[in-house]
């Protein structure tokens, strides 16, 4: 149990942690290549606190990626069941791109090097198994569609999102895509 002096310096910890993931989302969704020392800065912490909770950028950048990963579980709970379920984690998926590409580019870039990031590629691909076999069931989406599919297409959008300009931008791209994206994936070509 935590004694009275612990108290008062386990959340200014706490605060401090925030305030550097508040700085990386910030920072991060407008451009991939933010020096560390950045983050620190607009966090108003020293590099030693910044490095004390994230070791270096895959730890930042899983972190972040943990934050919108439970988001998307939330999303995936709530619409358990739902006939639409598939559809809605995917339009979320993409709009999560489009808010934060360049987390995304992060992402992309450092995947190889980093199995926190892997593992949670792998349990979005968990959640999106089940409404992606209910969707089929439904005749909603192609029958030969798969979960490696749904992050080719992920990817696709990405890529469309990198030439979009400003968050405005990018927020068109992904309604766009997500239009067309929609149509591909329905069995008849249309959207669904």
């Keep these: 149990m935590a004694t009275f002096e612990q108290l008062p310096r386990r959340q200014h910890a706490k605060r401090n942690r925030e305030a550097i993931?508040?700085?990386?989302?910030?920072?991060?969704?407008?451009?991939?290549?933010?020096?560390?020392?950045?983050?620190?800065?607009?966090?108003?912490?020293?590099?030693?606190?910044?490095y004390r909770n994230f070791p270096d950028r895959d730890a930042l950048t899983a972190a972040l990626l943990e934050e919108h990963f439970d988001g998307f579980t939330r999303l995936?709970?709530?619409h358990a069941g739902d006939p639409d379920a598939f559809f809605v984690l995917l339009r979320h998926l993409i709009e999560t791109f489009a808010r934060f590409h360049a987390l995304g580019a992060l992402v992309q870039a450092r995947a190889g090097g980093s199995s926190g990031l892997a593992r949670?590629?792998?349990?979005?691909?968990?959640?999106?198994?089940?409404?992606?076999?209910?969707?089929?069931?439904?005749?909603?989406?192609?029958?030969?569609?798969?979960?490696?599919?749904?992050?080719?297409?992920v990817a696709m959008v990405r890529g469309a999102l990198e030439r979009a300009v400003g968050a405005a931008g990018r927020a068109a791209a992904a309604s766009r895509a997500m239009t067309l994206v929609v149509g591909g994936l329905?069995?008849?070509?249309?959207?669904a």
């Design 21 to 50: 993931l508040a700085a990386a989302r910030e920072l991060y969704g407008e451009s991939a290549e933010v020096p560390m020392c950045e983050v620190a800065r607009r966090a108003g912490v020293g590099q030693a606190t910044l």
């Design 120 to 153: 949670v590629r792998q349990a979005v691909g968990d959640l999106l198994r089940t409404p992606l076999r209910d969707a089929k069931a439904a005749g909603t989406v192609r029958r030969d569609l798969t979960v490696d599919d749904v992050f080719l297409v």
């Design 76 to 78: 995936a709970q709530e």
């Design 186 to 191: 329905s069995p008849h070509g249309a959207p």
